[in-house]
């Protein structure tokens, strides 16, 4: 079946980097946009990135502009959040999310699970 | 980019019709059509309800709609039911070729 699974979620300390990962599933990886959501806890979703199909062009929230960088290796089905410079209002639950073709287009139609993210010292 | 303007909470009765309004500006949901909906019951991943304004994936019920007027778009759901009670996501894309949420809406069932 059609899976996003991440990974990489841990408690790090401010000013540290992480990145985290998205394997995918079930479709063709390569044939699809991708987005990473985040919501804080007890917060509203919040978007954070999106990568088109083949990498060519990446979009970011002004919020992790210049910290964040979004990849995605389409041999492995596997998409990526590096994260630097990492802030007490990066604490979040990552969530990975396809972007939707003929079927939803300009939509987020699968998600995965979410992966923890605490930064603390 | 600002977070697009919902209502914290709407409640209703089963059987009942709710909706929930999500409010933007002319650079993001009075830009375009391209505007989503999702629904996140408590301790979930979200769910794509809505999208492109009014369109409803595969295996969503008929009871949720959408619709948008001007910089406002809106989601209904008809025939209230008790599984329906979650949090609900606008979304749209916008003018600068990002994505901004709404706010989000507690949708609960009396």
């Known amino acids: 079946q059609v899976q996003l699974v991440e990974s990489g979620g841990d408690v790090v300390q401010p000013g540290r980097s992480l990145r985290l990962s998205c394997v995918a599933s079930?479709?063709?990886?390569?044939?699809?946009?991708m987005h990473w959501v985040r919501q804080a806890p007890g917060k509203g979703l919040e978007w954070v990135t999106f990568?088109?199909?083949?990498?060519?062009?990446?979009y970011y929230a002004d919020s992790v502009k210049g910290r964040f960088t979004i990849s995605r290796d389409n041999s492995k089905n596997t998409l990526y959040l590096q994260m630097n410079s990492l802030r007490a209002e990066d604490t979040a639950v990552y969530y990975c999310?396809?972007?939707?073709?003929?079927?939803?287009?300009?939509?987020?139609?699968?998600w995965g699970q979410g992966t923890a993210v605490t930064v603390s010292s | 980019q600002s977070a697009l303007t919902q209502p914290p909470s709407v409640s209703g009765s089963p059987g009942q019709s709710v909706t929930i309004s999500c409010t933007g500006t002319s650079s993001d949901v009075g830009n375009n059509n391209r505007v989503s909906w999702y629904q996140q019951p408590p301790g979930t991943a979200p769910k794509l309800m809505i999208y492109e304004v009014s369109n409803r994936p595969s295996g969503v019920p008929d009871r949720f709609s959408g619709s948008k007027s001007g910089n406002t778009a809106s989601l209904t759901i008809s025939g209230l039911q008790a599984e329906d009670e979650a949090d609900y996501y606008c979304s749209s894309y916008t003018s600068s070729s990002i994505y901004v949420f709404g706010t989000g809406t507690k949708v609960t069932v009396l």
């Open positions: 999310a396809r972007h939707g073709q003929k079927s939803s287009p300009y939509a987020m139609d699968v």
């Open positions: 079930g479709f063709t990886f390569g044939n699809h946009a």
């Open positions: 990568i088109r199909y083949d990498g060519s062009n990446k």
